[in-house]
């Protein structure tokens, strides 16, 4: 960034300042000074007048450190004017927290200064007038707030960034259970949000903040070594520094070459991570290479790898395909002239204010035009908006505060992977994504859609973690749907948030099938063939559900017995037919065909399959459990006879059901093989399986398999019992 002379805006000179605020005056010289290197007289006279409507309205205010509250925010504009943001963007910061603090509203702040300013300001200000079960609930819901005015105009987050940083630098002022808990929330959503939208130079500054106040002593600890090793190895890099300049200059580029330092948290986060000492951590020091075009990264790629050797698979192409957040760059790791690695950067000025700044780069002051933003700069400015509406997508989604703050959480940290489609496109995920999350990343429907994969031309199972450089081809099927145990493996946050919303929405589907089902069968066993619109609605507002559908779904899902509802249609009290349980004599039982979907399972602990003597049991919220009527748990069921269900098997059922069995075997090797080839030619697929060693001579194996009904399992259990090394077999129930 270029340096010139600060200069006092003419106007400045002669302003007078409303009498309760001139002692401010001079506060506001100093930023206005540095404002006049890069805006005119006219936009820094507007800045002033937002200062001025700032100070007052803040007025008497004073923060934790006892000075006047204005400091806080004439000091978040500063932060933004370093950094040569437009006028809108440091008025708003000037106002950031007039509407949250004062009793100024929106509607003066837009009649002031315009809507856009007011809109920025309404986006960084808090919700306090809504009031919230939790503390996590309400930081969901502030986050919601500003990501909805992100997407509309993403300077909102660039003053909230600058707003965080200048609190977290004055944060000593905080008591210490507070000052760890902003802490803590700096360093697992801001600085993330920092990283992921490319200003790393905020988010280097915001880890380091943190971690000084999270944890001292070893924030002071790092600081010392890093500061020792920096003495001995300064002129080490120096005169790297020096050879590389040197070899450029005889190839003819114009390189600027400049050591960096890597900050102290992700040097923190390398020794825990991979477990090292930090006498192990060799890339503390690297060196930067900022040339004037594309071309000339890879040119002066060549020169460094020419006077230094690479090390082999440390090599990366930001530049041929950018990070998430429009970061590019050549990265290389080298083996320096007295052996140990040194990470270069090669980059272009471009890129490289791009890498420091990201998305602020898009909105950084440009004579004629302080709103356009071009280059790679506009680049991570449409990566950033692209980022916030599939955030807000995913935002829509979500059913609690908790899983947005989830999904949140996993977007913000992309370490990437890279693989192909079949078409040659190239789709960044976050590292240990699966073939799935790539179904969901191509479209939702494909996701929804998909059975299976091909990964470098070879079928995979969908729940197959994709690796850089992967060709990869979803299949999919018009009966592909989403199944819970999908939420095991997927790990971006769109993937997780499409699944559970549609899950949720097929489970209600399914809980009005099930409760249409239990009412009618009531119905019919007290005799009544239809109900009239008229007793529905009558019912529905006694107890007031808005829809017909609503009360079906209470019904499937455990939360109403379908005999009280039948019997408040048919007439009756609620109060003489609530105290009535179980079944009603002869009453038709519920047949279960196996295909109900999630609101009738089978209980794991005795694994009922057809064949078996069943009964169901109603639970809230999740609808009838099935258990066999020997069941060890049944026992404590019939304490509550008002929840039970008559149910059978449906006639010629199909289908696969789990059951448990418990082989005894002799200790041989190659007894699970064994068994296992028996299991498969019986046309069983096997779940699970779990070993224990009794005494070195017995193997117990429990086999959870799949079986077609109790013939079929007759029939596997007879096959295994001839084996030699069985000694004894069992089903497990309970």
Same mark, same amino acid.
């Given at each position: +960034?270029?340096?010139?002379?600060?200069?006092?805006?003419?106007?400045?000179?002669?302003?007078?300042?409303?009498?309760?605020?001139?002692?401010?005056?001079?506060?506001?010289?100093?930023?206005?000074?540095?404002?006049?290197?890069?805006?005119?007289?006219?936009?820094?006279?507007?800045?002033?007048?937002?200062?001025?409507?700032?100070?007052?309205?803040?007025?008497?205010?004073?923060?934790?450190?006892?000075?006047?509250?204005?400091?806080?925010?004439?000091?978040?504009?500063?932060?933004?004017?370093?950094?040569? =943001?437009?006028?809108?963007?440091?008025?708003?910061?000037?106002?950031?927290?007039?509407?949250?603090?004062?009793?100024?509203?929106?509607?003066?702040?837009?009649?002031?200064?315009?809507?856009?300013?007011?809109?920025?300001?309404?986006?960084?200000?808090?919700?306090?007038?809504?009031?919230?079960?939790?503390?996590?609930?309400?930081?969901?819901?502030?986050?919601?707030?500003?990501?909805?005015?992100?997407?509309?105009?993403?300077?909102?987050? *660039?003053?909230?960034?600058?707003?965080?940083?200048?609190?977290?630098?004055?944060?000593?002022? +905080?008591?210490?259970?507070?000052?760890?808990? *902003?802490?803590?929330?700096?360093?697992?959503?801001?600085?993330?949000?920092?990283?992921?939208?490319?200003?790393?130079?905020?988010?280097?500054?915001?880890?380091?903040?943190?971690?000084?106040?999270?944890?001292?002593?070893? !924030?002071?600890?790092?600081?010392?070594?890093?500061?020792?090793?920096?003495?001995?190895?300064?002129?080490?890099?120096?005169?790297?520094?020096?050879?590389?300049?040197?070899?450029?200059?005889?190839?003819?580029?114009?390189?600027?070459?400049?050591?960096?330092?890597?900050?102290? !948290?992700?040097? !923190?986060?390398?020794?825990?991570? $991979?477990?090292?000492?930090?006498?192990?951590?060799?890339?503390?020091?690297?060196?930067?290479?900022?040339?004037?075009?594309?071309?000339?990264?890879?040119?002066?790629?060549?020169?460094?790898?020419?006077?230094?050797?690479?090390?082999?698979?440390?090599?990366?192409? !930001?530049?041929?395909?950018?990070?998430?957040?429009?970061?590019?760059?050549?990265?290389?790791?080298?083996?320096?002239?007295?052996?140990?690695?040194?990470?270069?950067?090669?980059?272009?000025?471009?890129?490289?204010?791009?890498?420091?700044?990201?998305?602020?780069?898009?909105?950084?002051?440009?004579?004629?035009?302080?709103?356009?933003?071009?280059?790679?700069?506009?680049?991570?400015?449409?990566?950033?908006?692209?980022? =916030?509406?599939?955030?807000?997508?995913?935002?829509?989604?979500?059913?609690?505060?908790?899983?947005?703050?989830?999904?949140?959480?996993?977007?913000?940290?992309?370490?990437?992977?890279?693989?192909?489609?079949?078409?040659?496109?190239?789709?960044?995920?976050?590292?240990?994504?699966?073939?799935?999350?790539?179904?969901?990343?191509?479209?939702?429907?494909?996701?929804?859609?998909?059975?299976?994969?091909?990964?470098?031309?070879?079928?995979?199972?969908?729940?197959?973690?994709?690796?850089?450089?992967?060709?990869?081809?979803?299949?999919?099927?018009?009966?592909?749907?989403?199944?819970?145990?999908?939420?095991?493996?997927?790990?971006?946050?769109?993937?997780?948030?499409?699944?559970?919303?549609?899950?949720?929405?097929?489970?209600?589907?399914?809980? *009005?099938?099930?409760?249409?089902?239990?009412?009618?069968?009531?119905?019919?066993?007290?005799?009544?063939?239809?109900?009239?619109?008229?007793?529905?609605?009558? =019912?529905?507002?006694?107890?007031?559900?808005?829809?017909?559908?609503?009360?079906?779904?209470?019904?499937?899902?455990?939360?109403?017995?379908?005999?009280?509802?039948?019997?408040?249609?048919?007439?009756?009290?609620?109060?003489?037919?609530?105290?009535?349980?179980?079944?009603?004599?002869?009453?038709?039982?519920?047949?279960?065909?196996?295909?109900?979907? +999630?609101?009738?399972?089978?209980?794991?602990?005795?694994?009922?399959?057809?064949?078996?003597?069943?009964?169901?049991?109603?639970?809230?919220?999740?609808?009838?459990?099935?258990?066999?009527?020997?069941?060890?748990?049944?026992?404590?069921?019939?304490?509550?006879?008002? $929840?039970?269900?008559?149910?059978?098997?449906?006639?010629?059922?199909?289908?696969?059901?789990?059951?448990?069995?418990?082989?005894?075997?002799?200790?041989?090797?190659?007894?699970?093989?064994?068994?296992?080839?028996?299991?498969?030619?019986?046309?069983?697929?096997?779940?699970?399986?779990?070993?224990?060693?009794?005494?070195?001579?017995?193997?117990?194996?429990?086999?959870?398999?799949?079986?077609?009904?109790?013939?079929? =399992?007759?029939?596997?259990?007879?096959?295994?019992?001839?084996?030699?090394?069985?000694?004894?077999?069992?089903?497990?129930?309970?």
């Amino acid at each position: +960034m270029q340096i010139r002379t600060l200069r006092t805006p003419p106007f400045l000179r002669s302003v007078s300042a409303p009498p309760e605020i001139k002692d401010k005056r001079f506060l506001a010289s100093d930023l206005c000074e540095l404002l006049g290197t890069y805006l005119g007289d006219k936009e820094v006279a507007e800045i002033y007048r937002a200062y001025l409507f700032g100070a007052e309205a803040h007025q008497g205010q004073r923060r934790r450190s006892g000075e006047p509250y204005i400091y806080h925010p004439v000091a978040v504009a500063r932060i933004l004017a370093e950094m040569h =943001l437009d006028t809108k963007s440091i008025q708003a910061a000037l106002l950031h927290d007039v509407i949250e603090d004062t009793p100024t509203a929106k509607e003066q702040i837009a009649s002031d200064f315009g809507k856009d300013v007011a809109n920025l300001v309404d986006g960084v200000s808090k919700i306090d007038q809504i009031a919230f079960n939790t503390r996590e609930e309400a930081q969901a819901e502030n986050l919601r707030k500003m990501l909805m005015a992100m997407a509309r105009d993403i300077r909102v987050i *660039i003053i909230k960034l600058a707003d965080r940083l200048h609190n977290m630098r004055t944060l000593n002022h +905080m008591p210490g259970k507070k000052r760890k808990a *902003i802490a803590q929330q700096t360093l697992d959503i801001y600085a993330p949000i920092a990283n992921r939208l490319g200003m790393h130079q905020w988010a280097r500054e915001l880890q380091d903040l943190a971690f000084a106040n999270l944890y001292p002593n070893r !924030y002071t600890t790092l600081a010392k070594a890093i500061k020792r090793r920096q003495g001995n190895r300064k002129a080490i890099v120096k005169k790297i520094e020096t050879a590389i300049h040197k070899q450029m200059g005889q190839h003819g580029l114009a390189a600027k070459v400049f050591g960096r330092e890597k900050n102290i !948290y992700s040097i !923190y986060e390398k020794m825990r991570g $991979k477990r090292r000492s930090f006498e192990d951590v060799y890339d503390v020091f690297g060196l930067r290479v900022v040339v004037p075009t594309p071309d000339d990264c890879y040119r002066a790629l060549g020169v460094v790898h020419g006077l230094y050797n690479p090390i082999p698979g440390r090599f990366k192409d !930001y530049i041929a395909i950018p990070k998430a957040n429009g970061y590019q760059s050549l990265h290389t790791v080298v083996f320096g002239p007295y052996g140990q690695s040194i990470e270069v950067q090669i980059r272009t000025e471009e890129m490289h204010r791009v890498a420091e700044v990201g998305v602020a780069s898009h909105w950084l002051y440009k004579s004629g035009d302080p709103e356009k933003g071009n280059g790679a700069g506009g680049r991570a400015h449409e990566l950033a908006h692209e980022w =916030l509406v599939e955030l807000l997508e995913t935002q829509q989604q979500a059913g609690s505060s908790r899983e947005f703050l989830e999904h949140l959480k996993i977007d913000l940290f992309p370490d990437e992977v890279y693989v192909f489609t079949p078409k040659g496109h190239i789709k960044k995920l976050p590292r240990a994504a699966t073939a799935l999350d790539l179904a969901y990343a191509v479209h939702t429907d494909i996701g929804n859609r998909c059975v299976g994969a091909r990964v470098n031309g070879e079928l995979v199972p969908l729940r197959t973690v994709l690796r850089n450089g992967d060709h990869v081809e979803i299949l999919t099927s018009n009966n592909g749907a989403p199944h819970p145990s999908w939420l095991n493996y997927v790990v971006t946050s769109k993937a997780r948030a499409t699944i559970r919303n549609y899950l949720k929405g097929q489970r209600r589907k399914e809980s *009005i099938r099930l409760g249409r089902r239990l009412l009618k069968k009531e119905l019919k066993q007290i005799g009544v063939r239809k109900v009239a619109d008229a007793e529905k609605t009558s =019912l529905l507002k006694s107890v007031n559900l808005a829809e017909w559908d609503d009360l079906l779904a209470d019904i499937g899902m455990g939360n109403r017995y379908a005999l009280v509802v039948a019997r408040q249609l048919a007439g009756e009290r609620p109060a003489e037919s609530a105290g009535a349980g179980g079944p009603a004599e002869g009453s038709p039982p519920l047949v279960i065909r196996g295909t109900e979907g +999630m609101m009738v399972t089978f209980a794991r602990c005795c694994r009922p399959i057809p064949g078996d003597p069943i009964l169901g049991f109603l639970t809230s919220g999740r609808g009838i459990v099935v258990h066999t009527e020997d069941c060890p748990n049944v026992g404590e069921f019939r304490k509550q006879p008002e $929840k039970w269900i008559d149910v059978q098997w449906e006639r010629g059922i199909r289908g696969n059901f789990a059951v448990t069995i418990r082989v005894e075997t002799l200790n041989k090797r190659g007894v699970l093989a064994q068994l296992a080839s028996v299991i498969a030619e019986a046309e069983s697929n096997i779940e699970n399986v779990t070993l224990t060693d009794r005494d070195g001579i017995y193997t117990s194996i429990l086999f959870t398999i799949e079986v077609r009904n109790r013939r079929h =399992l007759a029939e596997i259990m007879r096959r295994l019992r001839v084996q030699e090394p069985v000694v004894r077999i069992n089903r497990l129930k309970g």
